[in-house]
T-cell receptor
Framework: NAGVTQTPKFRILKIGQSMTLQCTQD?????MYWYRQDPGMGLKLIYY???????DKGEVPNGYNVSRSTTEDFPLRLELAAPSQTSVYFC???????????????FGEGSRLTVL | GDSVTQMEGPVTLSEEAFLTINCTYT??????LFWYVQYPGEGLQLLLK?????DKGSNKGFEATYRKETTSFHLEKGSVQVSDSAVYFC??????????FGSGTRLLVRP
């Protein structure tokens, strides 16, 4: 029962470095999402995808990029890391309303990123 | 625009106390409604859901009723336990694939 798997779980970056957060799901979900959660705050949507090859911006896309070459994978790229990107990042997936589903999201365990 | 408002935390209760966490939303139409829970150090997981007016979602002793007239989905539990300490998020579904999340309410239950 893997569900949504994120790597790495923890990472420390220096200002200006780049990295990719990996996310994969094994539920054949069309929809995938990246959120960030700042300390004591709610979730903010960074990017989302409605299917392979299709991505779109969420509320806070600046400083990030995504790609969706397969249904399973949705990596998040941080270019030129800044202290403001220190956060916990969550990947999620959903089947939407297909097959009578109710559209709930399934989340990974999160990736804690610190930029110093 | 679409929005969701939750009561601010932290909410601190003694074990076996009654819990209410308020949630109201503004959205077009009648969205499905969800409560998610986040235990310390973990990701969010679905707690319960309701898909139409007057539906009651329930799970692990928690309940919430979809109130169309007040656009609310308040979370309740009759007797909380220390293990219920977590952050709770209300989340209306705006479209076939998009949810919005409230700011979260932290619950701390003391023995």
């Amino acid at each position: 029962n893997a569900g949504v798997t994120q790597t790495p779980k923890f990472r420390i970056l220096k200002i200006g470095q780049s990295m990719t957060l990996q996310c994969t799901q094994d539920m054949n979900h069309n929809y995938m999402y990246w959120y960030r959660q700042d300390p004591g705050m709610g979730l903010k949507l960074i990017y989302y995808s409605v299917g392979a090859g299709i991505t779109d911006k969420g509320e806070v896309p600046n400083g990030y990029n995504v790609s969706r070459s397969t249904t399973e994978d949705f990596p998040l790229r941080l270019e030129l890391a800044a202290p403001s990107q220190t956060s916990v990042y969550f990947c999620a997936s959903s089947s939407g309303l297909a097959g009578g589903k109710t559209g709930e999201l399934f989340f990974g365990e999160g990736s804690r990123l610190t930029v110093l | 625009g679409d929005s969701v408002t939750q009561m601010e935390g932290p909410v601190t209760l003694s074990e076996e106390a009654f819990l209410t966490i308020n949630c109201t939303y503004t959205a077009t139409g009648y969205p499905s409604l969800f409560w998610y829970v986040q235990y310390p150090g973990e990701g969010l997981q679905l707690l319960l859901k309701a898909t139409k007016a007057d539906d009651k979602g329930s799970n692990k002793g928690f309940e919430a009723t979809y109130r169309k007239e007040t656009t609310s989905f308040h979370l309740e539990k009759g007797s909380v336990q220390v293990s219920d300490s977590a952050v709770y998020f209300c989340a209306p579904r705006l479209s076939s694939y998009k949810l919005i999340f409230g700011s979260g309410t932290r619950l701390l239950v003391r023995p």
